[in-house]
């Protein structure tokens, strides 16, 4: 595959692999997620049990305001270098 499709490839498995790790995530009910978003700033974030999803939708870098869930936060996957949580 060229390079921008095996990027890509890679991070669907990626994505599908954090999904089979992630229990939470699997949950067909939508009933325990929470989601809060700023249209403005191009920014969602869906929290489930003990994983938060935070979608950055703009072509800038920007700080995503995260729910409190149980557990030291870790970043599990991105899509782009240079993501960090910050405190």
Excluded: F, M, Y
Excluded at 48 to 62: I, P, Q
Aim: no cysteine; glycine share 6%.
């Amino acid at each position: 595959a060229r390079p921008a499709h095996q990027a890509w490839l890679e991070h669907t498995r990626a994505l599908i692999a954090l999904r089979r790790e992630r229990p939470d995530l699997r949950d067909p009910a939508w009933d325990p997620s929470r989601v809060v978003h700023d249209e403005a700033a191009g920014w969602l974030v869906l929290g489930r049990a003990r994983t938060a999803v935070a979608v950055n939708l703009g072509r800038e870098a920007r700080d995503v305001p995260l729910p409190s869930l149980p557990g030291t936060p870790r970043l599990l996957l991105s899509s782009r270098q240079g993501v960090a949580l910050r405190e």
